[in-house]
């Protein structure tokens, strides 16, 4: 497969099924808020932080690692072996969820059994659903290496939907149910996402005049399972070897990604309450980050690690190939600019607005904004910091990722301190400043491998964080112009008022936008030709 071909498959995973990603996001987005009015804020600190935290932490522990290796292989590899490999991340599950569950229930401060009911079953059903979810992951991971795009997105957005639609009927049917709601869908969660890929694939191998089924290593749903064979090794153990040095990684990266919770649920920082306040603040930040950045950085980092060879610098390598990892590397990292530069100017003077409008007087009062706001600055680190890395990650060679990890445990160490220092002195908004640290340091990492990368090549990707003073005199304008917006118009003086400071804001984009189609001709030309082009989505079919 060419590279060219590989950029458009990758383009089309990350572009084509953004639009209806958005309206199943939305439809959520809309359920959650109706979820929102009929619960305590210590039912939403103990299910969004604590039990969510189990699930994610058991499922970054047993899959992360296996998955980047796994897509790190080139196309000639045995994948019966690959298969294999994938397979363990069951028993590593099982055995994660096991672990974290007994700290869960036996370490941990348990809620008051008034306030919030049934927490032991919550904890052992949340730990059940990462299990249920990993024995999907051989069919997931066959679907998103060979860039199944429209079946990533349908599944994992119709199972958002369905288990917002469950919540939100027990919320109003069995209020007294408590932590039984969410374990139950949280589980309905995971077999509704499992089963979207099994059955899709199933279908796919018994259609013999599917164009897709040629390019499969599999021609019937059994090769799927784990097998044994005495020719050869139960696992490729080149594979084998590269994730155990990206499970290092990935403990690290968990804590950093994660460690504003680590630290909530461990030294009990904040109460269950403020810990639901923070989390809705922070679920409606990163909710761009996981609409734009995440998909894209999913899909560009298949691309770079199929267009690149790890265990080669840019000069030994095809030059068409790294001239055209340079060249998008450069436009995605503008994109991004752009991207956590607008939320961050406008962000800044909607902030309490939006809280007010999705939450009420719960959200919008005390230290919402102020925790919004810092949340704009970090979107924009987090945008820069999700390309950069997609980029280092897959260009890494096996040494240079062990490397990395000292730095990232030196990184963990002091974010975790950090955290409980500036949580003690200025309150929740001391999780999203560790975090902005944390991510600052790790951007400078990856643009040191970049520079390193590309220094002996005529190519300068970190020209894309560039921009023109033009564009930055707007981006000031308009910053300008909407907090005076604010300041008059919002958000004590009726929604007249409150339609006036969007109507300011909407002008202020509009200006914004413009100033971007005029200034930055070459990323216009790259999301027309890539991104939005059906020149590379006719290669897709």
Known sequence: MGSQ???????????SGLLLQVLFRLITFVLNAFILRFLSKEIV??????????????????????????????????WSQTL???????????????????????????????????????????????????????????????????LKVLAESMSVILKSVLTALLVLWLPHWGLYIFSLAQLFYTAVLVLCY??????????????????????????????????????????????????????????????????????????????????????????????????IEESFYIFFAKVLEREKDATLQKQEDVAMAAAVLESLLKLAL?????ITIFGFAYSQLALDIYGGAMLSSGSGPLLMRAYCLYV???????????????????????????TMLALSSSFLVLSYLLTSWCGSVGFILANCFNMGIRITQSLYFIHHYFQVSPHRPLAGLRLSPVLLGVFALSGGITSVSE??????????????????????????????????????HFLR??????RLSDKMR
């Open 5 to 15: 071909e590989v950029l458009g498959q990758a383009a089309r995973l990350a572009s």
């Open 380 to 406: 924009l680190l987090l945008a820069i910091n999700g390309v950069t890395e997609c980029f280092t990650f897959a260009a890494m060679s096996k040494e240079e990722v062990d490397r990395y990890n000292f």
């Open 338 to 342: 752009l991207t956590g530069l607008t």
């Open 198 to 295: 099994v059955i899709y694939l199933i279908k796919l191998l018994h259609s013999p005049e599917s164009t897709k089924q040629l390019t499969l290593p599999v021609s019937k749903i059994a090769q799927l399972l784990p097998s044994i064979s005495r020719s050869r090794a139960f696992v490729n153990w080149k594979e084998a070897k590269l994730t155990w040095s990206f499970f290092k990684q990935s403990f690290l990266k968990q804590i950093l990604t994660e460690g504003e919770r680590y630290v909530m649920t461990f030294l009990n920082v904040l109460n269950f309450g403020d810990q639901g306040v923070y989390d809705i603040v922070n679920n409606l930040g990163s909710l761009v980050a996981r609409l734009i950045f995440q998909p």
């Open 84 to 150: 294999n490999l994938l397979w363990l991340t069951v028993p590593l599950g099982v055995f994660w969820s096991l672990l974290l569950g007994w700290v869960w229930l036996q370490l941990l401060e348990v809620p008051d059994p008034n306030v919030v009911p049934h927490y032991g079953t919550g904890v052992v059903l949340f730990g059940l659903s990462a299990v249920v979810e990993l024995l999907g992951e051989p069919f997931s991971f066959l679907a998103q290496a060979h860039m199944f795009v429209k």
């Open 487 to 524: 300041a008059l118009l919002c958000c004590e003086k009726g929604w007249l008022a409150r339609l006036a400071h969007i109507a300011v804001g909407t002008i202020c984009l509009g200006v914004t936008l413009g100033t971007v189609f005029l200034t930055e001709t070459k990323l216009i």
């Open 45 to 78: 600190g103990i299910v969004n932080v604590r039990l969510t935290l189990l699930y994610s932490t058991t499922i970054f522990l047993a899959r992360e690692a296996f998955r980047r290796a796994c897509l790190s292989g080139g196309a000639q590899r045995d």
């Open 529 to 534: 030709t890539q991104l939005g082009g059906s």
